[in-house]
């Protein structure tokens, strides 16, 4: 080979070398250039998303449009060449959102959180906060597929139920306490109304042996326009007017009399009805309590 020949190849040799590394670096530029569009189109992707669920009012609104996200993700790093900037993008924004969702999960159950029950604790507290929490854990199951794991679930499920048994066992205790003192009331309450009444009959009672005593001690009246009257009947005819006796009486004669017998009404028990007494006299005069008559059936 002559020089030239020598000169010409190693001229073409050169040349082709510049051609490749040339070719090689617009390729790369391409590449890079494909790349960084690449990842700002799904970085507005995850920035207009992001917008939806900041300007979302509604819990629910929020949920679906979080599994929205997780989809684009889940799509996206199936991809040939999934850009790690890209996915690390997803990953931030779900694990934010995430976050917040996880937040309010803790802060009602915080917020409905007794850490003391002790005798101050009301029935009204605990059945509010315990319906709180079940209706969170409500909430937190129905978020559960788009938000939490299983076990992170289950570890929600778990505290929920170990507070909702405390109150309850508060609640029970209070309700049997509640039981015993409107037991206790109405007892107290039944013995003290029997108590008056019991009094109430003893001073009726009393009442009427003492204007009987009065009205035996004074002489008859034959003026009196009562004085032969007979007696009502009702202490005598009526059917329930089951007349009681006593035994004669010992008493000292007065107004020329004596005391023989006591008659009075008894009620379907056979028990004495206060104020219904007769007094008989060995003249026959008849001495009747309930209307403070006397009269003798001798005269009639």
Known sequence: MTKKSKIIV?????MIVVMVIAGLYIKSEMTKRTIAAEIAGQTEIVKGEMNKL????SHEEKIVLFSNLKVLFEKYSKTE???DKVIKLYEKEISKVKAQFVSGYDEAIKANTISEINAETTKEDLTNKKNAL???LASIGEDKEAVLTEAEYKKYETETQVLVASY???LEEIRLAEEKAAKEKAERELAEAKKKEEEARIAKAAEAKKVAQNNANKPINSNNPQANKAPSSSNSNSPSANKGQAPAATSKPSGGRRLVQTTWSTDKDGNK????EVYHYDNGDKYDTSDGTTYNLNNR
Request: charged share 30%; no cysteine.
């Open 134 to 136: 079940v209706e969170n």
């Open 273 to 276: 009805i206060p104020g219904t």
């Open 168 to 170: 309850d066992a508060k």
């Open 81 to 83: 060449k999934p850009q």
């Open 10 to 14: 190693a001229i073409a040799s050169v």
């Open 54 to 57: 900041e300007k979302a009012e």
